[in-house]
Structures are given as structure tokens and as C-alpha cells.
């Protein structure tokens, strides 16, 4: 099982037509595997030679994912697993001017996770410093590379056939504009049946005893190859019309069928999704990171959202600082016409008076 991080700059989404991209996002692909030095400084991705390396951690609902001490600590497996996005998001900081401030995160996550596994890993990001990080569903994050490669999309629906080396995940996604806040339509559904891992095990088991699934790969032609990849992509088919029956929905109402997964990168895999479901099929040209990309592009949104607004607070600020000003200054100007015409009202009365004096006194009328 692999871990894929992506960093993308402005610009690095789908450009507009006419022109070409300029930039690819940075990718970071690590093992899941962790190590601890005896500072416990945490490594990614490294099997050591002397020592453990602390792996099968990252499914949050297996009963028997691994638990790690460190120290005087016991890390279950959601900080394992924040400690792996962690150490990625460090690397990809690292090359970035500033130490990466203001950048946007996401992370995913698989839709089947419970509430109390999405709040148990909220909590293990929190506890190492990533509380701006956004969690956001695998098919989630993967729909939200559609839209930016291929869209804009008409509102609809997505398959999400997410095949990777441990399993098969399926999902319907709604897309297009305005799609709710949570764009997942009844659940998503997961098999380990099929996948990497399975499709490697059908290989051994048709090459013979004896041999691993590693080693007899090459062995079997690979037209053996493909009719048995057919025979698995075309069995996996159940689980997504289980999907589709969960959701109250039928393949006339699908739009598209994205597929993504490090174990979706073999032709047959979306012509037999094509041909089986009569609809548009969608596979990236790294299906493995299609994912990743996803969350990217949605981390890079969140940091220009928060930007955009800290932009319209510091605005305000000054809107606020000005008129407070401008009000000063009218007040001020106020004043001192007020007294202006306080001193000349008081000068008028003196004068009048004084001639009324000379007045009476020219007149032979004294008052004393």
C-alpha cells in the first residue's frame, strides 16, 4: 500500500484552452510504512534492516490495524496515520519559499469511514499541528480532479471505481454546479475481492502452486494475463450494481464512470467498465494519484477561500480605519466652524451694543 501526496501551484489545474500547461504538480509516493528513531523522529516509507517497521495501519475500521509505542507513548492507528500525512506535508514545505505558509491542505479519507473514525483521525491531525487541514472523502477528492480536468460538468452523476492494490471501492458522486456540501449519494461500497492484491493471488493460483504472485507475473502470457484481468473486472461488476441499488438509482442515471487506483492502470481494465456499463469511461494517465490531485486542487481552493477572506477582512479594517478617520476629521472641521461662529456672534454683540451705547448717550439718555 502506497501513500501519495501531491503539491500543486497556481496554474497547475487544467488551463484554458488554447494553452498549454506549464507545470506539473510535485508528487511524493511513499510506502505506508513508519520507523522511529530513538528520538522519535518518524521516517516513510523505510524498511529497515535491523529494527520494525511499523506497517498495516492505515484502515481505520480493521479491528487489527497496528498500534505503535514510541517512547511512553501508544499511537493508534489514526495518529500513525497523521503522522504519515505529517512527514509528507514537512517534505513537500521544504522546498517552498517561506516554509510553505498559507499553504492549503487536505487529506483524505475513505467514504466508508464511520463518523467516529472521521473524528478520531480529525483529532490525531490536530494533535500534530494540522488543524488547518481539511478532511475530504477519497471519491470526493477524485471527483473534484474531474471537474477541474474536464469540466465544467453538467450536473450529474459519477461512478467512482476506485481499484487499488488492497481492494475495490465504489462510489456514486454527484457533480456539476450545485452539488451539495456532502456530493455522495447513498454509500460507498468496498470489496477485497478484487484489486491488486486478489488479481496477483488469481495469477499464482492459474500459474500453479509453489510460486508467488510477484514471480509468476512475468511467467504467464500475457494474453493469459489479460483474459483473466477481463474475467476479474467483469466480476466486480456485482458490487457496483449493489452501489447502484443502495442508492435507489440505475446505470441510465450515471453520466460518467471515473476510474482511478494504482491497480487501474491496465487497458482492459476501463474497456471492460466501457463495454459493460455503456458509459463514458474517464482514467487519468496516473490513475494511482488521481486521488491525490484531487485533494491538491481542493487544498489549493481552501487556501485561496482563506485568503480571499482574510484579503475582504483586512478591507473592511481599512474601510473602518478610514471612516473613523474621515468622521475625526468632519468633527474636527465641525468644531471649529461651531467656535468660528461662536467668536463671530460674540463680536457682533459687542459691537451692537457699543452703538447703541454712543447712540443713547448722543441722545442726552443716560441709564445708570
Not at 181 to 210: D, K, Q
Not at 219 to 233: Q, Y
Not at 295 to 311: H, K, N, Q, S, V
Request: glycine share 10%.
Amino acid at each position: 500500500m502506497n501513500t501519495v501526496s501531491v503539491l500543486t501551484e497556481e496554474g497547475s489545474a487544467k488551463a484554458p484552452p488554447g494553452r498549454r500547461k506549464t507545470q506539473r504538480a510535485q508528487t511524493i509516493t511513499r510506502r505506508t510504512t513508519l520507523t522511529f528513531d530513538s528520538t522519535g523522529v518518524a521516517r516513510v516509507g523505510m524498511i529497515p534492516r535491523h529494527g520494525r517497521a511499523v506497517t498495516e495501519f492505515a484502515d481505520l475500521t480493521q479491528r487489527s490495524s497496528t498500534w505503535a509505542r514510541v517512547g511512553n507513548r501508544a499511537l493508534a492507528p489514526a495518529d500513525l496515520v497523521a503522522t504519515v500525512a505529517k512527514c509528507l506535508i514537512d517534505e513537500a514545505r521544504q522546498d517552498r519559499p517561506g516554509g510553505g505558509s498559507g499553504l492549503g491542505i487536505a487529506v483524505t479519507y475513505p467514504a466508508r469511514y464511520a463518523d467516529e473514525q472521521v473524528d478520531a483521525l480529525r483529532a490525531a491531525l490536530d494533535a500534530v499541528d494540522l488543524t488547518q487541514a481539511e478532511l475530504v472523502a477519497e471519491p470526493v477528492a477524485a471527483a473534484a480532479w474531474l471537474e477541474a480536468d474536464r469540466g465544467p460538468l453538467m450536473p450529474g452523476l459519477a461512478l467512482v471505481y476506485d481499484l487499488g492494490g488492497a481492494g475495490l471501492d465504489v462510489t456514486l458522486v454527484r457533480v456539476g454546479a450545485g452539488c451539495p456540501r456532502n456530493p455522495i449519494v447513498g454509500v460507498s461500497l468496498r470489496s477485497t475481492e478484487f484489486g491488486g492484491r486478489a488479481f496477483g493471488a488469481l495469477i499464482a493460483e492459474h500459474a500453479g502452486g509453489g510460486l508467488s504472485a510477484s514471480s509468476v507475473t512475468e511467467s504467464v502470457a500475457d494474453t493469459i494475463a489479460g483474459e483473466l484481468r477481463v474475467k476479474h473486472v467483469r466480476e466486480s461488476l456485482e458490487l457496483v450494481y449493489r452501489c447502484l441499488r443502495v442508492a435507489d438509482v440505475t446505470m441510465a442515471d450515471v453520466d460518467r464512470v471515473l476510474v482511478v487506483g494504482g491497480a487501474a492502470r491496465p487497458a482492459e481494465v476501463a474497456e471492460v467498465l466501457a463495454a459493460e456499463l455503456a458509459r463514458p469511461v474517464i482514467v487519468a494517465a496516473d490513475p494511482e494519484r488521481t486521488t491525490a490531485d484531487g485533494a491538491a486542487i481542493l487544498g489549493r481552493r481552501a487556501a485561496a477561500a482563506a485568503e480571499a477572506t482574510a484579503e475582504l477582512r483586512r478591507v473592511r479594517r481599512r474601510r473602518v480605519r478610514r471612516r473613523a478617520a474621515t468622521r475625526a476629521l468632519m468633527l474636527s472641521r465641525r468644531t471649529r466652524r461651531r467656535l468660528s461662529r461662536v467668536m463671530v456672534v460674540t463680536s457682533m454683540s459687542a459691537v451692537v451694543g457699543f452703538g447703541t451705547s454712543i447712540l443713547a448717550v448722543g441722545d442726552g439718555v443716560l441709564v445708570s
